[in-house]
């Protein structure tokens, strides 16, 4: 080790095994983000312009969406570039720097989904307290808690990762600087530092899941306990949104990171990634907003006021 030299860049392999195929995933993925760009920042004005959607709910919305938008934007700029480059380096900095909000948003969005789960249990559950529950006060508290947990998080475990000596190989086999890929470039032994981060993932995933699943649980018995199936039907689809979205996201995310680095393969993790990088972020505005009534009214609303407005003047 005293020979070797300290590893001062990281060459991002990404998908060049593809060959010409690469320019095929260059037009799908830059596709897929210009509609998770546009499709986010649509909810996003949504919400901010229309006061009937100034509660709990669409708030988290809100703050889920413009996390989704920074996540997508540390990863798949970079990505696309690589994609038409034959150059794919990142200086040590930026690649610890990528790692650090990659991880910050992605706890972020862990812990707003949790949040997000409470939020529909005191709506259902307890509805004559909701206001109190959830008051703009409380929510404020709750995202801010989120978004600070998040990024106190994501400074440990990307401090872990980098205060190892990287000394032999710089290729990073991944399209981005997550986790595992770069702790294999370590020049000593990780198992150390791959069992706190072990650990850490499962605390930062499963508690938040075991919260929406306690929350869900009560839900469910609330729902069942309604006389009429037009208003259980209500209920339900009020949450099976963030079902759909909790369940990808956190199934994907379970099989990347809820197991020992060392059974890391390159071949199914990325094809995993691109699922949570891309498909989830792509969801949240389809899925969970864009098909949801009041965000449609909104929207029809807005779209008619800027189409009356210009006819006046």
């Not at 409470?118 to 004559?128: E, G, H, M, V």
């Not at 018995?221 to 209500?234: D, F």
């Amino acid at each position: 080790m005293a020979n070797s030299t300290s590893v001062t860049e990281f060459l991002l392999l990404g998908f060049s095994s593809l060959g010409e195929l690469q320019l095929v995933l260059f037009v799908i993925f830059l596709s897929l983000y210009l509609i998770i760009l546009s499709g986010n920042i649509t909810i996003i004005s949504v919400i901010h312009l229309d006061r009937s959607l100034h509660t709990p709910m669409y708030f988290f919305l809100c703050v889920l969406s413009i996390s989704e938008t920074f996540y997508t934007v540390v990863i798949l700029p970079k990505m696309l570039i690589n994609l038409l480059s034959v150059l794919r380096t990142l200086s040590f900095v930026s690649c610890a720097t990528q790692m650090f909000f990659f991880l910050g948003f992605a706890v972020t969005n862990c812990l707003l989904l949790g949040a997000m789960g409470y939020d529909r249990y005191a709506a259902i559950c307890q509805p004559l307290h909701y206001h109190i529950l959830m008051s703009l006060r409380v929510c404020g508290q709750l995202a801010a808690t989120c978004i600070v947990s998040g990024f106190l998080t994501s400074l440990v475990g990307t401090t872990l990762v980098f205060s190892l000596p990287f000394c032999g190989s710089n290729q990073v086999d991944h399209y981005f600087c997550d986790i595992s890929p770069v702790i294999h470039l370590a020049c000593v032994d990780t198992h150390i530092t791959e069992l706190v981060i072990f650990i850490g993932g499962v605390v930062l995933l499963l508690v938040p899941l075991f919260f929406i699943c306690i929350s869900y649980g009560f839900i469910v018995h609330t729902i069942l306990r309604i006389p009429s199936g037009q208003a259980k039907r209500k209920a339900f689809s009020t949450c099976a949104s963030h079902l759909t979205v909790v369940i990808v996201h956190y199934g994907c995310a379970s099989f990347v990171y809820l197991r020992p680095s060392a059974r890391y393969t390159s071949g199914k993790d990325r094809l995993v990634t691109v699922s949570y990088t891309i498909i989830t972020p792509l969801l949240n505005p389809v899925v969970y907003s864009l098909r949801n009534k009041d965000v449609q009214m909104a929207l029809r609303k807005i779209i008619g006021k800027a189409a009356f407005f210009p006819k006046i003047s």
